[in-house]
């Protein structure tokens, strides 16, 4: 409840704080909301800093923000293993794996592979 009340303000926010200081209240907030998995609100939280970015609208320039405001998130779900955690986020909030993974290919590295596969056997095993 306390997030919802968080995202209603940025809309206040935006009317009397610098577009910068909105912009990175909304992006702490939406990284808090992806981790408790909040995807409704991440989805309005996302509509928002679209609206409110400087760019044209186009589908080049909403890819361009997704990826900048969602990668780290992405990267520390695919670090962790947490593919099917990844793939929910990815599918709930229009965030298009294909072509992050092929635009971050040089910093994605799996770390230690063996607990990336326990983890996904968990996550596939707890989620059905």
């Not at 303000?9 to 909040?38: C, F, G, K, N």
């Not at 695919?78 to 290919?105: D, N, P």
Request: charged share 20%; net charge negative.
């Amino acid at each position: 409840r306390m997030h919802d009340t968080a995202a209603s303000y940025l809309v206040i926010m935006q009317s009397i704080e610098d577009p910068d200081r909105t912009r990175a209240h909304a992006i702490a907030l939406l990284h808090t909301v992806l981790d408790t998995r909040r995807w409704d609100l991440a989805r309005d939280i996302l509509r928002f800093l679209q609206v409110s970015a400087d760019g044209d609208g186009s589908p080049e320039a909403t890819q361009a923000l997704l990826h900048e405001v969602l990668g780290p998130y992405a990267m520390s779900q695919l670090e962790k293993g947490c593919i099917y955690q990844l793939g929910t986020f990815a599918a709930h909030c229009g965030f298009e794996l294909v072509s992050w993974m092929s635009a971050s290919r040089a910093q994605i590295r799996v770390r230690d592979f063996s607990a990336s596969i326990a983890q996904v056997q968990r996550d596939f095993h707890t989620s059905t």
